[in-house]
């Protein structure tokens, strides 16, 4: 079987993978309060143990804030989420729970663990139109992100046939002109 994801808890730090493909491999450890930390080319031979590999952990920049609505109440159960993708960014997501979270009844959030540097954060909730804001993590440091919520312009009409007749049971949707 493959190694898989495995939570450690040690005093001193040691970790131990087993089942291991022989070949180079990469260690990947995510720890609470770090960045994602890799070491490369690990050579792991065909029956013995590898080295003692040291990994390296940079502490982590958190980000937090209140997502309000139009009115400048709190909305609970908003995803807000860092976006890896979005402005042609790259990413590969060990633990899903790791890059986004909800709101909580006040409106408030928490991401932690962020690789410093520019993060697309994506803000969620049906009934609203969600948003994207671009915000600059820096290392191990706090950051506040305050986003208002639009519950946009309603649109009525009716679905017609080319003759005037009305139609029954059409999918309608909007999308803004910006989004195509």
């Known amino acids: 079987m493959p190694p ?20 180079s491999t990469q260690v990947v450890v995510n720890a609470p309060g770090y960045t994602t ?3 490369p080319n690990v050579e792991v031979e065909d029956g013995k143990t590898a080295p003692d590999v ?5 502490t982590g920049g958190k980000l937090t804030g209140r997502v309000t609505g139009p009115d400048g109440a709190a909305i609970a ?14 990413g590969m997501v060990f633990d899903p729970g790791a890059n986004g979270t909800a709101t ?4 408030e959030y928490t991401i932690d663990s962020l690789d410093p540097g520019d993060k697309t954060i994506t803000f969620s909730r049906s ?26 312009m309603r649109v009525t009409g ?20 910006s989004a195509m």
């Open 37 to 39: 930390a890799r070491t």
């Open 127 to 152: 009934g609203y139109i969600a948003q994207q804001k671009t915000v600059t993590i820096p290392s191990g440091k706090d950051t506040r992100l305050d986003v208002q919520l639009s519950t946009g």
């Open 104 to 107: 909580d009844p006040s409106g």
């Open 4 to 23: 898989m994801q495995k939570q450690f808890t040690t005093d001193d730090g040691t970790f131990l993978l087993e089942n291991v493909k022989p070949g």
């Open 54 to 58: 040291e990994v390296d952990l940079e």
């Open 77 to 90: 159960g908003v995803s807000v989420r860092n976006d890896p993708m979005a402005a042609g960014g790259r």
């Open 158 to 177: 009716l679905v017609i046939t080319d003759g005037g007749v009305p139609v029954s049971d059409a999918s309608v949707r909007a999308m803004s002109a």
